[in-house]
């Protein structure tokens, strides 16, 4: 796909997903409950309606067998991990090539030493996984806090439902805890006993119970690219609906972040207008751990605004759909931009963008395709290779592009 940018300003409502990342946690929630619930606006991301299949696949399982594909979705792989451990009878659990290469070694283990049955089916520590499922008490379990909040997550939504609960030790300084922190604050709301300290989670063994339905909130992940394309655009403002200032989700943290690029938040009934003033160049330096997803958006935001750029708490890019360190490294050089990375941070010097050389790859990464589309803002045109890879977080982004004025040439 061939993009081309003509304006000056950027203007409009833009419809937003709802957040996967809190959509998988309550459909998670939901089948562990006894008398489910209504979920109102579920995610239309792959992710989400993957998971929402596969759950119903096992729900309307009569067999003692099933095999269940997350595809590309490592969040799929390892909440159903924990779930099936605890749900009698015998899964197999795969996904695509490259979901065979992202560990889950450090989940199995936790599991294991809860009771869980669980083997490897290909390499030692990766998926596919033969899970034999089956009820087992709970109880403590000790976890390396510096792989994936994911692996923690997990164990954390199936503690309720465990006749001992579960009491979890993160071993070393946690990543993303602000998805841990997501994960507590949603069972919560479904009826959990969930304590946070420091680095134990604890939860009582009380099972999960919700009266109304739960509505999920927009993606603030998915608003970043929006808050990006406002700072490169000439003038404008844009309404974003849907989120929320008391947000579950840690990437809400990206308000205060682009103040200093000229984009001043305001939030309202319906959710937020961003509107744009002058700003001035400046160094940009962050911790990324609790915020990882908005890291591309940044590296190419600073990139096309050729400002010094210092990011750390970066090193759970290199397990996500790609390395995503490496792969922005490469299509920044086709913009004839230096990125320096090393294995949890990356930095730039001020230098000036300039027309890609040659098509961005996408690495089968959805946010690769929103963080580069970006810079169609400052360049002109871009040409993203295949596209469809947004489908995994936000299908009608490119729907929303062109509402927004940008031209999108299918080749």
Avoid at 262 to 281: D, H, M, W, Y
Avoid at 318 to 326: A, F, H, S, V, Y
Avoid at 400 to 410: H, I, T, V
């Amino acid at each position: 796909m061939i993009l081309h940018w003509n304006n000056n300003a950027l203007s409009g409502s833009v419809e937003l997903p709802a957040s996967k990342s809190i959509c998988n946690r309550v459909l998670i929630i939901r089948a562990l409950t006894a008398n489910p619930f209504v979920i109102e606006n579920i995610s239309t991301a792959e992710d989400s309606q993957n998971l929402h299949n596969n759950l119903e696949r096992f729900r309307q399982n009569k067999k003692s067998q099933l095999t269940l594909d997350v595809g590309p979705a490592g969040t799929n792989m390892r909440f159903l991990t924990a779930f099936l451990a605890t749900k009698p009878g015998s899964y197999t659990l795969k996904g695509t090539a490259r979901m065979h290469q992202r560990p889950v070694k450090p989940l199995v283990n936790a599991l294991k030493q809860l009771g869980a049955d669980i083997e490897y089916l290909e390499k030692e520590g990766y998926p596919p996984l033969r899970i034999h499922g089956k009820e087992f008490t709970g109880g403590e379990v000790r976890l390396p806090a510096d792989v994936s909040s994911q692996f923690v997550s997990a164990l954390m939504m199936i503690g309720p439902n465990l006749s001992k609960g579960l009491e979890i030790k993160l071993d070393g300084d946690p990543v993303s805890y602000s998805y841990i922190h997501m994960t507590a604050g949603i069972m919560k709301q479904c009826g959990a006993e969930v304590n946070l300290h420091g680095n134990e989670v604890q939860i009582a063994p009380a099972p999960y119970h919700r009266e109304n339905s739960f509505t999920v909130e927009s993606d603030w992940s998915a608003a970043s690219y929006w808050y990006g394309m406002l700072a490169l655009a000439g003038e404008g403002g844009i309404s974003l609906p849907g989120l929320e200032k008391e947000s579950l989700q840690g990437d809400s943290i990206l308000g205060e972040w682009m103040e200093p690029f000229g984009i001043r938040t305001v939030f309202n009934e319906e959710g937020v207008s961003l509107t744009k003033a002058k700003s001035e160049p400046f160094a940009f330096s962050k911790d990324f751990t609790l915020a990882p997803d908005l890291a591309q958006t940044f590296i190419t935001l600073l990139a096309a605004k050729g400002y010094d750029g210092k990011l750390t708490g970066l090193r759970t890019l290199r397990i996500k759909e790609t390395d995503r360190l490496k792969a922005l490294k490469a299509e920044l050089l086709k913009f004839d931009i230096r990125l320096e990375i090393s294995s949890d941070r990356a930095s730039l010097k001020p230098q000036k963008l300039q027309k890609p050389t040659a098509p961005i790859q996408t690495y089968h990464d959805h946010r690769m395709a929103m963080a580069f589309a970006m810079l169609t803002l400052k360049t002109g045109t871009i040409e993203i290779q295949h596209p469809e890879v947004v489908g995994k977080s936000y299908p009608a982004f490119w729907d929303e592009m062109e509402k927004a004025g940008m031209e999108l040439e299918q080749e």
